[in-house]
């Protein structure tokens, strides 16, 4: 293995990267003569770019406008340099959208041109599987468990979940959860599931066992494909290789797709999050005092269930004193102060823990001394999660407790990094390999200063093509110029006046129109102002949170043809809609996020101490990359074509509104207002 301060040798290894690749886009090359695709000189120019970066080591931060063919570009290279090195490629993406893409279209793709051009065949083995988190994968070490204690683990009801788990298990070729149709209820699954040491090695045969099989074939994989949220999350677990160069395995190399979610991601992940019902169903597993079940019930004794029950009894009393005194007038709060309550948890959950773990040394090396070992192991974390986030002693983190679920019964005490660009400088730029990121949306105009600055990647170099898409006759934008601004006085008057502006708007085109929010509470309410006038033109209409899972939404809105979507933050990006099912994108205000989220505010306040203008510097860069993101959905193809309606007038009369201006894809924008908007948008069937 080559250690972290040894420069990596690229004449050890004969590597021909850029001159394959360069071969493979260039006009007349391999893909456009062995595949017949177009010949795309953005997609020509990225890929090389890309080439160069991995056989150098560098890394490298790329945009790319809608339709260069991004994937492409950096997976062909990714596999030549992974097979010519002996090395892995963790690919990393956001959205499962285009981890499905990557995986159904884009990698067949690269294997076909690969098995057709001779001086590629070399490349036509390669190798790739996914990773996901453990929890998701089924052991049949725990499946034979379950089934030998289920009368101890499950009341009667459940041991027909059971049943069917066992007759999936013996046709699933993969053994992860997603497979299963109805979802397996949670707490059968939790006792089955590969997310514990009982899933090792020396007990699980490698043969039988799903999460076994599939880390087998990750140690053979020449591309590993990842989400953000478990890629930093291992990042944030310390899971990465000693004392040696890469990212999450030896010497490997990343591509980040979809960089622009990966500040907040990262965010999100590299802080603790200590949840009320976590802690519950973690404790009932042990033993649950009403049912009377539990892996206790198995191989406990009384002083066992009573320590658990305490325990219990414990926790409610701790998170029932958070959710009265900080959380009965709103859902979240910003904690300021060290030992802002009793840590009256603590010493039970210590106890506890002892129990186990002598309960654990009386065990014979197997499965259920592991689960005891395991059980000890998360008890432990909560344990040091409360106390961290009881005391405060890192200045360095933000610290909140908020209510979550749809009663708001869930307290949840959260850490987040301040900045995480020290971070991701040191996880991603600082490990002696290559990382690239990019996206269709980094940039503010020409400018990366802002993306450079949230991941820590200041003296990284980057490189920017615009979309080969025709969007000066393929678009046309309307902003609307009466739209009164955000504000709580005439909220009313907004919701009224937005009601009767979209309700024309959507009507205008004869294909589907996308309505993008940035809150619930204002789509709900438009919705139950406007939903009837959808019904009476016979325009199927679309909720988010209402209408079924995100996925299921695009679905049926696709077939549909000219339906009606309303969506919140999730469908600002990753969504794809190809054709005429998608005509028009509606932006019902300027993305500018909740200034009084506990992590928006203490980055504020950040920026402030050190004499900086959060607005500038944070809000506004943050919102027009979503405003990117979201006016992106409407043109996917070349083909595509349609309308973006902008509801925000802002966009007119503040002078930041520039900024937002100068990132339209189309300049030629036309505006209206209520007296007008009949001869605007009259010509609209000429699209």
Not at 419 to 431: D, E, I, P, T, Y
Request: overall charge neutral; aromatic content about 8%; some cysteine.
């Amino acid at each position: 293995m080559i250690s972290l301060n040894e420069t990596y040798d690229q004449n050890k290894v004969p590597n021909f990267v850029p001159d394959l690749t360069e071969n493979t886009f260039c006009a007349n090359g391999w893909l456009q003569n062995t595949l017949d695709l177009e010949h795309r000189p953005e997609q020509e120019q990225m890929a090389i770019a890309i080439a160069q970066a991995f056989t150098t080591d560098s890394s490298l931060i790329f945009e790319a406008g809608t339709g260069v063919g991004k994937s492409i570009a950096y997976l062909i290279p990714a596999i030549i340099h992974a097979i010519n090195t002996n090395r892995q490629c963790i690919i990393s993406t956001n959205t499962i959208a285009l981890q499905e893409q990557i995986q159904k279209k884009d990698l067949p793709l690269c294997k076909q041109l690969f098995q057709k051009q001779s001086d590629l065949l070399k490349y036509k083995d390669f190798k790739t599987a996914l990773l996901i988190g453990r929890s998701n994968y089924l052991c049949s070490t725990r499946l034979s468990q379950a089934v030998e204690s289920k009368l101890d683990l499950f009341p009667t009801p459940e041991h027909q979940e059971l049943d069917r788990i066992i007759k999936w298990s013996q046709y699933t070729q993969s053994g992860i959860i997603n497979e299963l149709n109805p979802m397996p209820n949670t707490t059968v699954w939790e006792w089955v599931n590969a997310d514990t040491s009982a899933c090792n090695r020396r007990h699980c045969n490698p043969n039988l066992c799903f999460f076994q099989k599939a880390r087998s074939r990750l140690q053979n994989a020449h591309i590993i494909i990842i989400n953000h949220s478990l890629l930093f999350s291992l990042i944030g677990a310390g899971l990465v290789p000693n004392n040696e160069r890469g990212i999450l395995y030896p010497n490997d190399f990343i591509v980040i797709d979809e960089a622009q979610t990966a500040p907040n991601i990262a965010t999100d992940q590299l802080g603790n999050r200590i949840s009320s019902l976590g802690l519950d169903r973690l404790l009932k597993r042990l033993y649950n005092p009403r049912r009377k079940k539990g892996f206790l019930s198995c191989y406990g004794s009384i002083s066992h269930y009573e320590a658990v029950k305490k325990t219990i009894h414990q926790s409610n009393k701790f998170f029932s004193y958070i959710r009265h005194n900080f959380l009965d007038q709103q859902d979240i709060i910003r904690i300021y102060h060290e030992n802002w309550c009793e840590p009256i948890l603590i010493p039970h959950l210590q106890k506890l823990i002892d129990c186990l773990a002598k309960l654990a040394n009386k065990q014979e090396d197997g499965p259920i001394k592991n689960e005891l070992t395991t059980f000890c192991t998360r008890l432990t974390g909560y344990k040091i999660g409360i106390n961290q986030c009881i005391s405060i002693e890192n200045e360095d983190l933000v610290y909140w407790v908020e209510s979550t679920g749809h009663n708001k019964r869930n307290v949840v005490l959260r850490t987040s990094p301040l900045n995480v660009a020290s971070h991701l400088n040191q996880s991603l730029f600082g490990r002696g390999v290559s990382a690239l990121l990019t996206s269709a949306t980094i940039a503010q105009g020409s400018n990366m200063d802002s993306f450079k600055e949230k991941v820590g990647a200041l003296g990284v170099e980057t490189e920017q093509v615009n979309s080969p898409f025709d969007f000066e006759n393929n678009i046309r934008i309307f902003i609307a110029s009466d739209v009164p601004p955000p504000s709580g006085k005439s909220a009313k008057l907004d919701i009224a006046f937005l009601s009767d502006v979209i309700s024309y708007c959507t009507l205008q085109v004869q294909g589907g129109s996308l309505v993008l929010f940035t809150n619930y509470t204002d789509m709900r309410l438009i919705a139950k102002t406007i939903e009837q006038q959808f019904n009476e033109k016979k325009r199927a209409f679309f909720m988010q949170g209402r209408d079924g899972s995100p996925s299921d939404l695009v679905l049926n809105f696709s077939r549909i043809g000219n339906g009606i979507l309303f969506g919140t933050d999730s469908f600002w990006a990753g969504v794809d809609i190809p054709g005429s099912s998608l005509s028009q994108v509606i932006i019902t205000r300027l993305p500018f996020e909740n200034p009084s989220h506990p992590v928006s505010e203490a980055k504020k306040d950040w920026v402030s101490a050190r004499g900086g203008n959060p607005f500038s510097e944070i809000t506004l860069p943050d919102a027009i990359i979503k405003f990117r993101q979201g006016i992106g959905r409407l043109v996917r193809k070349k083909t595509d074509c349609g309308t973006i309606t902008i509801l925000d007038s802002r966009l007119l009369n503040r002078e930041y509104g520039k900024q937002f201006l100068s990132v339209l894809p189309n300049h030629n924008f036309e505006t209206f207002n209520r007296y007008n908007r009949k001869s605007v948008f009259s010509p609209l069937e000429n699209l």
